[in-house]
């Protein structure tokens, strides 16, 4: 057990059954009452996130959480499929379990963690690169001002790019939101 003063964000519990990882932790010092601990978690079963508070001097069951550099093969609709470089092992893991895995290419190395064997999360870099598949043709003359076009890129998802973003671009995507950065 640790104190839930001791939570930060990244660290892992459990709570009722559901293993939950801290987003964002607040400690509010209450005049009367003492002080409590407000967080921000997201369960790893079923990746909702929910505001939860306790009091200062409660407790938690820390869960340990193994991180695995795996090489992503394919999807299928029901499951994302990974091969694990040491060992050649091809892994299936639900789909629904891996938040943000429309972000995946084949052939990329991805960090996901296992709780026991179960997979539970998916850990992506916060911006990674993506060829645009089909947008509308540039203007030149367009690169001057902030107007956006839609795009679609190899991975299948759709985003707002510039104007002067064509065909076969590759462009810096946020994993965190799935908006344009910048050109690669």
């Known amino acids: 057990m640790i104190p839930v003063t001791a939570l930060r964000p990244g660290v892992t519990f459990?709570?009722?059954?559901?293993i939950f990882e801290v987003l964002t932790y607040n400690n509010m010092?209450?005049?009367?009452?003492?002080s409590v601990v407000q967080v921000k978690i997201r369960s790893l079963k079923s990746g909702s996130t929910i505001e939860k508070t306790f009091g200062s001097n409660g407790e938690v069951n820390p869960v340990r959480i193994e991180k695995r550099n795996l090489q992503y093969l394919y999807k299928d609709p029901d499951f994302c499929y990974f091969m694990d470089p040491?060992?050649?092992e091809q892994i299936n893991i639900p789909a629904k379990n891996l938040q943000g895995n429309n972000y995946l290419k084949?052939?990329?190395?991805v960090t996901i963690g296992f709780h026991g064997q179960n997979a539970l999360s998916m850990i992506l870099p916060p911006?990674?690169?993506l060829k645009v598949a089909?947008?509308?043709p540039g203007v030149k003359g367009n690169s001057a001002t902030n107007v956006y076009k839609d795009a679609?890129?190899?991975n299948g998802l759709k985003t707002k790019v510039p104007l002067f973003i064509n065909i076969g671009d590759e462009i810096i995507v946020d994993t965190r939101n799935g908006s344009y950065?910048?050109?690669a």
């Open 134 to 136: 089909d947008t509308n």
């Open 29 to 34: 010092h209450l005049r009367k009452t003492g």
């Open 106 to 109: 084949e052939g990329e190395n």
């Open 127 to 129: 911006k990674i690169k």
């Open 14 to 18: 459990e709570d009722h059954g559901d």
């Open 181 to 183: 950065t910048n050109r």
């Open 152 to 154: 679609i890129l190899e």
């Open 86 to 88: 040491q060992s050649f």
